[in-house]
C-alpha cells in the first residue's frame, strides 16, 4: 500500500467516526448539544494543532540546527597540508 | 583474517572539480592508509573542460593507478548513470559514495565503515539532523527550508532514516546495484528514494552524524527549481512507494 492510501484510508477512517458521532448514526444520544458544538470544530482544532505542532517541531530544529565551525576551519587547515604535500610529491595545482 | 576481506571503493562523480580533487582524494586516501583497510578511489568524471582529468592523472601517478581510477565519460550524464558507470569498474565489496566538492568530510569514512561493521547494515547514511551532525556556510533561509522539507518528508514518507537528501553513504555493493535497478529519479529525489526502495526491499539502515561544511571552492546551488522539483519528486514517491 501506498503511503498516500495509508493517509487517505485513516483520514476516511476518522472522518466517517466524526461523521457517525455527528449524525448519531450509532443511535447512542450520548451527547448534550453543547457537546456537539465541541464535536462540530474538532477537526479544525486538530488541524490547527498540528499546524502549532509542525511550526514548533520545525522551529526549534532550526533554533538547534548546528553550525559546524570547527569543521570548516578544520577543512581549511587540511586543505594547506594537503595541498603542501601533494606538492612535495610532485603535484603541480 | 578471520572474516572474508573487505574492500571499499569510493565513487567520485566530477564535473569541474580540478580545485577540489587533490585535496578530495589526498584525505580519504590518508585514513584509509591509517586504518589500513583496502580501498580504492574510483573517479568518474564527466568531460569536465577544467582539467579535471589532468588533475585526476596526476593523482594516479603519485598514488598509483591501483588505488586511483579514472573512468571518465565524453558529457555530463547525470548522477545516476554515473554511479552505475563507477560500479562497473569497482573491484571492492562496498562502495562509498560521496561529493567531490569537499562538502563531505572524509574523515567520517571511517565512522561509516565502523557503524557498518557493528550493525551489519546494508547501507550507512550520513545524516546532518541528527547528533553531532550539521552544517556550515548555510544563511538562515537555506536551513529553514532544509529543516522544513526534512520535516515535511519524514512526515508523509516515515522512512527510517534521518537524512533522505544527502548523499555521503556507504553500501554493500549488491545492495546498490539493486536499488539501481529500482531507482528511476534525479537529483535529490534520486537519493530520496534510494532510501525509500531500500527499506522497501528490505536492507537495513545505519546512520552516522556528518557534518556538512558548504563548498569551499566554486558556487553552491539551491534554486526555486530545485524545491520544486523536490516537492515534485516528494510527491511522487508518496504517491506511489
Known amino acids: ?93 | 583474517m578471520a572474516s572474508a576481506a573487505r574492500k571499499y571503493s569510493v565513487l567520485l562523480p566530477t564535473y569541474n572539480e580540478r580545485e577540489n580533487l587533490p585535496l578530495v582524494v589526498w584525505l580519504p586516501v590518508r585514513s584509509f592508509e591509517e586504518s589500513g583497510n583496502e580501498f580504492e578511489i574510483i573517479i568518474i568524471d564527466d568531460g569536465s573542460p577544467d582539467g579535471t582529468q589532468e588533475v585526476a592523472e596526476q593523482l594516479i601517478k603519485i598514488y598509483g593507478s591501483d588505488k586511483i581510477l579514472l573512468r571518465p565519460r565524453a558529457k555530463k550524464l547525470g548522477l545516476g548513470t554515473a554511479y552505475i558507470h563507477g560500479m562497473k569498474h569497482a573491484t571492492g565489496n562496498f562502495i562509498i559514495i560521496m561529493d567531490a566538492d569537499l562538502s563531505h568530510h572524509p574523515k567520517f569514512i571511517p565512522e561509516f565503515i565502523k557503524t557498518q561493521k557493528e550493525g551489519s547494515f546494508d547501507i550507512v547514511s550520513g545524516t546532518r539532523y541528527k547528533g553531532n551532525g550539521g552544517v556550515h556556510g548555510w544563511d538562515l533561509k537555506r536551513k529553514l527550508i532544509s529543516r522544513g522539507a526534512n520535516f515535511l518528508t519524514q512526515v508523509l514518507l516515515r522512512p527510517g532514516a534521518s537524512d533522505l537528501t544527502g548523499s555521503f553513504r556507504l553500501y554493500r555493493k549488491e545492495v546498490l546495484q539493486k536499488l539501481m535497478e529500482k531507482c528511476v529519479s534525479k537529483g535529490y529525489v534520486f537519493q530520496m528514494e534510494m532510501i525509500v526502495r531500500a527499506r522497501q526491499l528490505g536492507y537495513s539502515i545505519g546512520e552516522v552524524p556528518i557534518s556538512f561544511v558548504d563548498r569551499v571552492y566554486g558556487e553552491s546551488k539551491l534554486g526555486g527549481n530545485e524545491i520544486v522539483s523536490f516537492l515534485k519528486g516528494l510527491l511522487t514517491l508518496f504517491a506511489t512507494t
Open chain 1, 1 to 93: 500500500m501506498t503511503k498516500l492510501l495509508q493517509w487517505l484510508g485513516s483520514l476516511a477512517l476518522l472522518g466517517g467516526i466524526w461523521a457517525a458521532l455527528m449524525l448519531d448514526l450509532v443511535g447512542l444520544h450520548a451527547f448534550s448539544p453543547s457537546w456537539y458544538q465541541v464535536l462540530w470544530a474538532l477537526p479544525t482544532y486538530l488541524l490547527v494543532t498540528l499546524g502549532c505542532y509542525s511550526l514548533g517541531v520545525v522551529g526549534y530544529r532550526l533554533a538547534t540546527f548546528n553550525d559546524c565551525q570547527a569543521a570548516s576551519l578544520e577543512l581549511q587547515a587540511q586543505i594547506r597540508e594537503a595541498r603542501a604535500d601533494l606538492a612535495r610529491r610532485g603535484m603541480k595545482f
